[in-house]
């Protein structure tokens, strides 16, 4: 199998699959991601910024954002789990994965892919807070204030989206679809 078919992700809005709708194309994206970038390298400017990148949703933000960051960085992970396998949150937040190392007086920004109900982020916040970083801030990819339950805003937010169930760029449903190099809203028949 030849690179080319390795490496394309399934094209949204075919007519072999007509429930994908392109919300954010992929241009929109890496010019918000850069403009991200530059907000974050003028706030810490000539500091070290520690991204966290929540698994799993996060990753393909987090390694487009770190590459256009200008400042010494560093990167790690952590993984958490409040989802099903479908689109509604079970609403109960379980740690998974910890982090490799301490974030004490660092400069810390915790990555997101979105900000939905907020109970996700409000759990790391209380977490990664008891471990004293220099500073904590949130950078989202997407923000859907609509849901929110919990009282947490973004620092560094890329698009705010209305209440509809987005996938791509690192978005999933049930582990599907991450790999879309759009953003693209998923509708579903009704079961
Ligand atoms: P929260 O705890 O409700 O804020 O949800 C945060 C997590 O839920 C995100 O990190 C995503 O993994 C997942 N999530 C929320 N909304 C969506 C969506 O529209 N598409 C895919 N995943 C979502
Ligand atoms: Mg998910």
Known sequence: MSARI???????????????KVLIRRAAIQKRVREVARQIANDFKGERVHLIGVLKG???????LVRE?????SIDFIAV???????????QVRLLKDLDSSIADLNVI????????GLTISYLLRVLEQRK???????????????RLKDVKGDYVGFTIPNEFVVGYGLDYGERFRNLKDVCVLSLPPE
Request: hydrophobic share 35%.
């Open 81 to 91: 789990s409040s989802y099903g396998k479908g689109k509604e949150s079970s609403g």
């Open 110 to 117: 915790l990555v997101e892919d979105i900000l939905d109900t």
């Open 58 to 64: 996060a990753c393909i933000f987090l390694s487009d």
């Open 133 to 147: 970083p220099k500073v904590l801030r949130i950078a989202a990819l997407l923000d859907k204030p609509s849901r």
């Open 69 to 73: 960051i200008d400042l010494e960085t």
């Open 6 to 20: 390795l490496t394309r992700a399934p094209r949204p809005s075919t007519n072999r699959d007509k429930k994908l």
